[in-house]
Structures are given as structure tokens and as C-alpha cells.
């Protein structure tokens, strides 16, 4: 089996709905009712199945949702990296910092993209966000978690001002 890092194949997982976060321009909410459902964990299974008899490998986005509150993120993510398959993940870093640490150090060498989508309408104070963000960065830095982050934010007429002091924190520290 090819392990080899980028691969040429692309799966992305769609976790489900579940979220934490009650954000008003969601697209996971349709007619003010968040749409609801959780891959379920017997697909989780066949999933594996198929990866063990394709014999490829994928560069694997779990997503959407927040995976952190996944009930069976652990199992996705220990099956995969079983296998040897790269991870990426999109979350809006509302886990804590020691779920997160411990993520980083189980999935190092396998998580290849840690993507956080910051919601500003969710954070009380800007600066918890940061503080949180030099934390895991420093982490990282330490304890040489081979990962890219990519912080992103969803830009929107009531919130441009805060977009742009959040862009200006963010190239301080090279994004």
C-alpha cells in the first residue's frame, strides 16, 4: 500500500450536524430549525470495510458539524490513522485545550491540516480566542506536531469591523 504523503485520493467525511455553536448565517439551519443527524456508527464500519479492500489511500476532511462533540470521532480517526490514512479537520476551536493537545499528539504524523473556523459572533472576547490560540500554537511548536493550521472566518456585514481587527491580530502571527 501506497503511503505516501500528499495521496491522489480525496475523501471528505461529512460527521454530521451536531454544533455547539448557534451561529446566525449557519447553512446548517433552514427555516430557523438546525437540520439534524450523525454518521451513524455502523457506516463508520463499512466505511473501513471499503477502505481495507480499495487498498488506497485518501488524504481524509472530517467536517462539518463541530467533530470535537463527534460521538464517534475517536473511533473514525483511530480507524483511519490504523490504516495510514492523512487527516485534516475543520472545527470552530471550541474544544478544550487538553482535548485538543491530546488530539495532536494522537494523530501526529496523520493530521496533516487543522483548519478552525472562527466565528466571531461566538466569541465573548476576542482576546480568549488568541490567548487559546498562542496556547496551541506553543503546543504544537513544542512538541512537534508535523501539521499546517489554517485559520478562517466567515465574513459577514455585521461583523466586518471585528474581520478586520482579527486579520491584523492574525498577521502577527504570519497568517
Given at each position: 500500500m501506497d503511503t505516501g504523503y500528499p495521496p491522489r485520493n480525496f475523501l471528505d467525511i461529512k460527521l454530521g450536524y451536531a454544533c455547539n455553536f448557534k451561529c446566525e448565517y449557519c447553512y446548517q439551519v433552514s427555516d430557523g430549525v438546525r437540520q439534524t443527524g450523525l454518521l451513524k456508527k455502523e457506516h463508520i464500519n463499512a466505511l473501513l470495510s471499503y477502505l481495507d479492500r480499495t487498498k488506497l489511500q485518501f488524504y481524509t476532511t472530517l467536517a462539518d458539524g463541530e467533530p470535537f462533540i463527534y460521538p464517534y470521532l475517536d473511533s473514525i480517526v483511530d480507524g483511519l490513522t490504523k490504516r495510514g490514512h492523512s487527516l485534516a479537520i475543520i472545527t470552530n476551536f471550541s474544544a478544550s485545550e487538553d482535548v485538543l493537545k491530546n488530539f495532536f499528539l494522537k494523530t501526529n504524523g496523520f493530521l496533516k491540516s487543522f483548519s478552525i473556523s472562527i466565528h466571531l459572533s461566538q466569541w465573548k472576547n476576542i482576546n480568549d480566542f488568541f490567548d487559546k490560540f498562542e496556547n496551541i500554537i506553543a503546543f504544537v511548536k513544542k512538541?512537534?506536531?508535523?501539521?499546517?493550521i489554517y485559520p478562517t472566518c466567515v465574513l459577514t456585514v455585521e461583523n466586518i469591523d471585528k474581520v478586520k481587527l482579527l486579520h491584523l491580530r492574525?498577521?502577527?502571527?504570519?497568517?
Open positions: 512538541n512537534k506536531i508535523d501539521l499546517s492574525m498577521k502577527e502571527y504570519g497568517y
